[in-house]
């Protein structure tokens, strides 16, 4: 069949070398990967690079740095490599270190020491009380100490036996006697009154009395004697006490000045060791400890009278050092990549371990830091959705940068009413966060949380694409080349880079752009080296050539491609209605893209228009069914002042008139569709049918100009692989914008097509352009007096809604 003739007023067809832009081999010099140096910077990313420095570089209040992007774009690796490169101006950090507050043991002491010491400090600590252990015991051991102490003893033992025999002496010259009395598991002394020379208890008293045996008078005495000496009793049991008290802490006092020696110079070496902010005072206070416990250090004796080492249970835990950040032997600039930025792993928390006992003590030894600690004076990297996502980490790590400081508390201490059983004192914060994201996430954390950009004061914004000149080409050939280094594939010879750049040409979309997400082009390396491996195709020298990458672009389409076949078998069986063939008034062909993220195709669909005499405008059947987006239902009411603009000047726009995207049943959006809905109103008003062979992509305006649409490579390749499943007839083909020519990379085998004239690519500036290609007619330019040439598509839309609007008149408001 003869290709279709193009009619007065339209556009000749896009020749083929339109349709691809192809890559000439010889712009990579002849050479392969292997020849060809890896490049060493970020290729096309300028204006991110320079954004990344400043925000890196430059330590100032809120100066983190947001790094925005889609994936693919060498976002993470970027940073990772300027990091790498600047690690000289990071300011040193210092050692951080939690002991025991001995005032206030819920609130355990930060140290901080000199970069590189605090596991000296800790280990010296523990090295001090392994000391003390083995110290004072044999301090108490020493045979001066223990005559010494005994010594004490006796001194106040004889002064309590002289006060026992005064007391003694004045019970038995009033006839009374001093006995022991068993109370409970207790004795205790007690005076009694002395009947015919034994000594009576009270109830023995009574009982004399009661017999005649002893005078009432008598007995009386006897009481008051006892009342009087049991006060004497009681004054010289209060002088015991005191003299126990005296005793005790005299042999206390021993002790300390004996333990004092041995303890002053182990803490006044380690003073003048680590002469440091904190260092002395927590060291006075161990001072203080130690010589109020000795006991704890000292021996004591198993029931058979073996000597053992007195246990504690908290283990001296008191003594201990908890190094929460040592930098010994780490880099002067940590650059710390949090992958999982969990609250816990963030900002750490305090472990709860149940002892023997199945008790969960606290104390400062149960601190645990996280990266953001870690990352102290250097960098912190990390998604910036994993951080919006993880509960309380945000909120967290906005305080901490805002303040400046760390708090390390549990993840349930952000939900408990109470206060936390320990509040380690805060530690000082000097670290830069990176947040990598897309822009999206960037523009909604900038309106939603009104701190975001106070703290994220740079903004490094990696672009998806570079000009498509001959030197980003062969910068796009090293960046070939370093990937097949690093994963150690085959070789990529120039052919393969070309079908390799074409690949970047179309995932840029645009014939003058470069894609520059390389994680797309590493994967097809990785399946084209596979193919090349294993000898599909057959050929080549054991590098990989065009074919080995065609073989994987394909194959990648092929298995992603079920729903796109799914669509070409029920348009095959007839399920879904569209005609390739013949023409049909108010009816044409419309493109759509359907993306699943992995996979994207286009697909053809049948839009329809009706019209009547009428009050009610167009009818979008989508957006009455709630099927239909915001853009659509924008690009729809965009027909009203189309029609009104161009034909009801001098009369009113009465006409009902409804549109619909047929056997669609998902919903619609985005105005691409506006063109065609257009043609098929311009179609059902004048009468003219429309070419079942074109297919139609474009948005429009109100003025009838044409505009660029997304997707137009799926687009006609959808409506191609359509015509092709029923037949090429070399009379089919797709209009699409002038503004998309310069986006059209399509596949080879569709530019075959066309080369051999059984397909054609039309471009279209205007509505008239389109509407002569598909109609045949031309479609009439406005005359002077405000009307077009009868036999137009213009002209005869023009007459049919003058007919409608009179018919409106003739009838009135109640007739229609």
């Known amino acids: 069949m003869a290709p279709l003739p193009t009619p007065p007023g339209a556009p000749a067809p896009l020749p083929a070398d339109a349709l691809r832009w192809s890559c000439d081999p010889k712009v990579f010099q002849g050479g392969d990967t292997a020849a060809i140096p890896p490049l060493a910077e970020t290729m096309g990313q300028e204006r991110a690079l320079e954004a990344l420095r400043i925000g890196l570089e430059l330590y100032a209040p809120g100066f983190n740095v947001y790094v925005a992007g889609l994936t693919g774009t060498g976002r993470s690796s970027t940073v990772k490599r300027i990091l790498e490169h600047i690690q000289p101006a990071c300011a040193l950090a210092s050692d951080r270190c939690y002991v025991h507050n001995f005032a206030q043991p819920s609130e355990p002491r930060l140290l901080t020491l000199p970069r590189g010491t605090a596991r000296f400090f800790r280990d010296e600590m523990a090295d001090l009380v392994n000391y003390l252990r083995r110290t004072i015991p044999r301090i108490f051991e020493d045979e001066r100490f223990k005559a010494d102490r005994d010594a004490i003893v006796e001194k106040y033992a004889r002064e309590e036996k002289t006060h026992l025999r005064e007391l003694q002496g004045r019970v038995q010259k009033e006839g009374f006697a001093l006995v022991q009395i068993q109370v409970g598991p207790f004795s205790q002394p007690e005076v009694v009154p002395v009947w015919e020379g034994q000594p009576v208890t009270s109830d023995q008293l009574e009982e004399h009395v009661r017999s005649g045996a002893l005078p009432t008078a008598k007995a009386?005495?006897?009481?008051?004697?006892?009342?009087?000496?049991?006060?004497?009793?009681?004054?010289?049991l209060t002088r015991a006490r005191d003299l126990a008290h005296h005793m005790a802490q005299e042999i206390e006092d021993l002790g300390r000045r004996a333990a004092t020696l041995a303890i002053e110079g182990p803490l006044r070496d380690l003073g003048k060791k680590y002469p440091h902010e904190g260092v002395e005072d927590y060291l006075r206070e161990v001072r203080e400890a130690v010589l109020g416990g000795l006991e704890r250090f000292q021996h004591g004796e198993d029931e058979d009278g073996r000597r053992r080492r007195r246990r504690v249970t908290d283990d001296l835990t008191e003594f201990q050092?908890?190094?929460?950040?040592?930098h010994y032997s780490k880099p002067s600039c940590p650059v710390i990549v949090e992958s999982a930025p969990t609250y816990t792993n963030l900002f750490g928390t305090l472990e709860r371990v149940p002892d023997v006992r199945g008790r969960v003590p606290l104390d400062h030894m149960k601190i645990r830091g996280g990266s953001l600690l870690e990352s102290d004076g250097g960098y912190l990297v990390m998604n910036a959705l994993?951080?919006?996502?993880?509960?309380?980490?945000?909120?967290?790590?906005?305080?901490?940068?805002?303040?400046?400081?760390?708090?390390?508390?549990?993840?349930?201490?952000?939900?408990?009413?109470?206060?936390?059983a320990l509040r380690p004192q805060p530690i000082p914060l000097n670290v830069k966060v990176v947040l990598i994201g897309d822009q999206r996430l960037y523009q909604m954390a900038s309106v939603v949380e009104e701190d975001f950009r106070k703290i994220f004061k740079v903004l490094a914004e990696f672009d998806t694409e570079v000009d498509r000149t001959a030197s980003r080409l062969r910068q796009f050939a090293q960046v070939a080349s370093k990937i097949c280094r690093e994963e150690k594939l085959g070789a990529v010879e120039a052919s393969g880079l070309a079908s390799l750049a074409e690949f970047a040409v179309r995932r840029a979309g645009r014939q003058g752009k470069l894609s520059v997400r390389f994680s797309d082009v590493a994967d097809v390396l990785r399946e084209a080296d596979h193919w090349r491996r294993h000898g599909a195709p057959a050929g080549g020298d054991g590098k990989i050539s065009a074919a080995h990458v065609e073989r994987a672009i394909e194959a990648r389409r092929r298995r992603h491609g079920l729903p796109e076949e799914k669509l070409r078998e029920w348009i095959r069986e007839g399920v879904i209605l569209l005609d390739v063939e013949g023409e049909r008034v108010g009816q044409v062909?419309?493109?759509?893209?359907?993306?699943?993220?992995?996979?994207?195709?286009?697909?053809?669909?049948?839009?329809?228009?009706?019209?009547?005499?009428?009050?009610?405008?167009?009818?979008?059947?989508?957006?009455?069914?709630?099927?239909?987006?915001?853009?659509?239902?924008?690009?729809?009411l965009i027909l009203a002042g189309?029609?009104?603009?161009?034909?009801?000047?001098?009369?009113?726009?009465?006409?009902?008139?409804?549109?619909?995207?047929?056997?669609?049943?998902?919903?619609?959006?985005?105005?691409?569709?506006?063109?065609?809905?257009?043609?098929?109103?311009?179609?059902?008003?004048?009468?003219?049918?429309?070419?079942?062979?074109?297919a139609v992509t474009g948005s429009v305006n109100q003025k009838g100009d044409i505009q660029a649409i997304g997707g137009v490579n799926e687009k006609i390749e959808g409506f191609y692989d359509v015509c092709l499943l029923k037949g090429l007839t070399g009379r089919q083909g797709v209009l699409v914008p002038q503004a998309n020519v310069a986006d059209l990379m399509l596949r080879p085998d569709v530019v075959r097509s066309v080369k051999e004239g059984k397909f054609q690519v039309w471009s279209v500036r205007?509505?008239?352009?389109?509407?002569?290609?598909?109609?045949?007619?031309?479609?009439?330019?406005?005359?002077?007096?405000?009307?077009f040439p009868p036999d137009s598509v213009n002209g005869r839309v023009q007459a049919k809604l003058r007919e409608m609007a009179m018919k409106v008149k003739e009838f009135g408001p109640a007739g229609v």
């Open 220 to 236: 009386e005495e006897l009481r008051s004697g006892q009342r009087r000496l049991h006060e004497d009793l009681e004054r010289h």
């Open 321 to 326: 050092v908890n190094v929460v950040l040592d």
């Open 386 to 420: 994993d951080v919006f996502s993880e509960p309380g980490v945000w909120v967290t790590l906005k305080r901490s940068l805002k303040t400046g400081e760390l708090r390390i508390q549990p993840p349930e201490a952000l939900t408990l009413l109470g206060p936390p």
């Open 589 to 636: 062909n419309g493109l759509a893209v359907l993306d699943y993220g992995f996979h994207s195709f286009g697909k053809p669909s049948r839009i329809t228009a009706t019209v009547s005499p009428g009050r009610s405008g167009i009818i979008n059947i989508e957006r009455e069914a709630r099927l239909s987006g915001e853009t659509h239902d924008k690009g729809v």
């Open 642 to 694: 189309f029609l009104r603009e161009r034909y009801a000047q001098d009369i009113p726009l009465a006409l009902t008139a409804s549109l619909a995207f047929e056997q669609s049943y998902s919903g619609v959006d985005g105005d691409s569709a506006s063109s065609t809905e257009i043609y098929a109103l311009l179609s059902a008003l004048s009468g003219i049918p429309l070419r079942q062979s074109l």
């Open 766 to 787: 205007s509505v008239d352009e389109g509407i002569a290609l598909l109609t045949g007619a031309a479609a009439g330019e406005r005359r002077p007096d405000g009307t």
